[in-house]
């Protein structure tokens, strides 16, 4: 089993900057992706970011050139930098890890950013 912690959310104003952290536990494998989606109310979870243990990053356009994804496989952990948060990002962040034939997601931690 798998289990993934969140943490770094909260309340910014637009403009600023958050970073949240993910901690993997459980049985991890050396072949992975881990990510981070969100889910606004009343819209559906949409991908935010995702990296392979490789080091391989995607991106949504939404986000692109103000969100960094980045990881530490020694540590399991993987981190989304926010930077230049818009009220449009304040979401439901839930951290992602996909390892072959199983996902897994945290519980999600809230960023709200206001106007």
């Known amino acids: 089993q798998v289990r993934l912690v969140e943490s770094g959310g909260g309340l910014v104003q637009a403009g600023g900057s958050l970073r949240l952290s993910c901690a993997a536990s459980?049985?991890?494998?050396?072949?992975?992706?881990m990510g981070w989606y969100r889910q606004a109310p009343g819209k559906q979870r949409e991908l935010v970011a995702t990296i392979t243990s490789a080091g391989s990053t995607t991106y949504a356009t939404s986000v692109k050139a103000r969100f960094t994804i980045s990881r530490d496989n020694a540590k399991n952990t993987v981190y989304l930098q926010m930077n230049s948060l818009k009220p449009e990002d304040t979401a439901v962040y839930y951290c992602?890890?996909?390892?072959?034939?199983?996902?897994?997601w945290g519980q999600g931690t809230q960023v709200t950013v206001s106007s």
């Open positions: 992602n890890l996909s390892q072959f034939p199983s996902t897994y």
């Open positions: 459980g049985s991890i494998r050396s072949i992975n992706a």
